[in-house]
């Protein structure tokens, strides 16, 4: 069992840079893929950010490459979201997620969600 819980959304103006925390407890694999996930009102969950618990590859979506960065530390057992460049368009609810197996994007495809965190990006 995998437990989750973010922290660090609020409120930047367009352009700026914000930092979303996961605190992971429980005993994941290295195989786990540790996701970053985000639902804006009236839209579908989609797919942010994807790495290996392990470390090593990284994924994005084509929306954020370029602009955000996971990382994690094993040793605090964290994983990051690195958001900068934000646009109005980033704002959304921000989960953190972990899947065993291998990478997808499939928001369905996630084993145990955070409870989220607000991201709200002003123009």
């Known amino acids: 069992q995998v437990q989750l819980v973010e922290s660090g959304g609020g409120l930047v103006q367009a352009g700026g840079s914000l930092r979303v925390s996961c605190a992971v407890s429980?005993?994941?694999?290295?195989?786990?893929?540790m996701g970053w996930l985000r639902q804006a009102p009236g839209k579908e969950r989609e797919f942010v950010a994807g790495?290996?618990?392990?470390?090593?590859?990284?994924y994005y979506a084509d929306s954020v490459k370029g602009r955000f960065a996971i990382s994690r530390d094993n040793a605090k057992n964290m994983v990051y979201l690195q958001m900068n460049t934000l646009k109005p368009e980033d704002t959304a609810v921000y989960y953190c997620?972990?899947?065993?197996?291998?990478?997808?994007?499939?928001?369905?495809?996630?084993?145990?969600w955070g409870q989220g965190t607000q991201v709200t990006v002003s123009s």
């Open positions: 997620a972990a899947r065993r197996g291998g990478y997808s994007r499939d928001s369905l495809m996630y084993d145990y």
């Open positions: 790495m290996n618990w392990s470390g090593g590859s990284t």
């Open positions: 429980g005993r994941p694999f290295s195989t786990y893929i």
